[in-house]
């Protein structure tokens, strides 16, 4: 049972980190014209604190979102100013980062950690059952999931002495957000949307990555909007060299922009939408007004179905 949890727990991050990379990037948040919400929620909560928020109503929502506000207003004008709320989701983003990092590494304390280090050979046993694979049957996709692992964990090694500590464990667990990880993060994104493994993204494999036409049943077929600006987008910026498919270079400007300050971005962005009398900084009520873009809320889905309790307060 404790290895299935632990490696529930690795495979969870191995997903999202090679796919889409948790570090904030403008890849998920918008689809074209069309604004995902998701994205903001996450960047200024954390994307654990922001699953607890989708379980409150939206009264219980602005109520949690008021004791924050003063959180963020470092300089306690009465206002929260762009800085401030960088520097909040910044807080928020390093802070989801080590406690996941947190919430796998004390698996491995008690029983493999020596002298603060971890091996590959005690991670994969912990993780994938075997030192070695030695009389293991695993699936294609198992294989495959340890050989990447693997040259992850090589990678993240950054002092080539076999074994990883806590920093280095946390450069293999979040690879987005570690400057000599970023190579990795482009391999494995390239490996997960090349679907005929030409070692290149398509135009066909890129839109394939976000759309799937069976989510938009409603639709009979009919893409939306946003699908085909995204096209024009992969044309007209992405595809730099016009050869109608994305290198590895070119994939890397798309995913990991070089000098991008996310953070910065995402508050400009959060100031565009609920600065309302446009006096370049957010005051309490402009933030609660607009708490579905802050925070948001899943509950009004639910109708009547609240949780018993409320999650731990920021």
């Keep these: 049972m404790r290895n299935t949890i632990i490696l529930a727990l690795c495979l969870g991050v191995y997903l999202v980190s090679a796919n889409h990379p948790e570090a904030l990037s403008d890849k998920d948040h918008f689809k074209g014209n069309e604004h995902d919400n998701k994205f903001d929620h ?18 219980k929502s602005k109520e949690r979102l008021a004791k924050l ?17 960088r520097e909040h989701i910044n807080f928020m983003q390093k802070r989801y ?7 796998t590494w004390k698996n491995y304390k008690d029983e493999k950690i020596k002298d603060g280090k971890l091996g590959w050979k005690d991670y994969r046993e912990m993780v994938y059952g075997s030192t070695d694979g030695e009389g293991q049957e695993l699936s294609p996709e198992y294989s495959k999931m340890i050989t990447r692992d693997e040259r992850r964990w090589k990678v993240a090694d950054y002092d080539s002495n076999g074994m990883l500590d806590r920093t280095e ?8 957000d570690c400057d000599h990880m ?3 993060v482009v391999q494995e994104t390239v490996e997960d949307i090349d679907k ?9 494999e890129y839109i394939g990555d976000m759309y799937r036409p069976e989510d938009y049943p409603e639709l ?5 909007d946003w699908v085909g600006s995204e096209r024009e987008m992969f044309q007209e910026h992405r595809d730099k060299d016009a050869d109608g498919k994305l290198n590895k270079d070119e994939m890397r400007d798309w995913i990991m922009p070089v000098g991008f300050d996310h953070a910065d971005a995402e508050a400009k962005h ?3 939408i609920a600065d309302d009398d446009k006096d370049g900084k957010l005051s309490p009520e402009e933030i609660i007004t607009h708490y579905d873009t802050f925070v948001g809320s899943q509950a009004t889905d639910y109708g009547e179905q609240l949780q018993k309790h409320d999650p731990a307060e920021l």
């Design 42 to 59: 996450e960047a200024f909560l954390g994307k654990d604190t922001a699953a607890e928020y989708d379980q409150l109503t939206p009264e």
């Design 182 to 184: 970023r190579d990795i």
């Design 270 to 272: 959060l100031v565009g």
């Design 196 to 204: 005929d493994k030409d070692g290149f993204v398509s135009l066909e």
């Design 169 to 176: 464990y946390g450069c293999f667990m979040h690879p987005e």
């Design 97 to 103: 980062v080590n406690n996941d990092v947190e919430r």
């Design 69 to 85: 506000v003063p959180k963020m207003d470092i300089n306690g004008d009465g206002f929260v100013e762009e800085n401030e709320l």
């Design 220 to 224: 009979n077929g009919k893409e939306p």
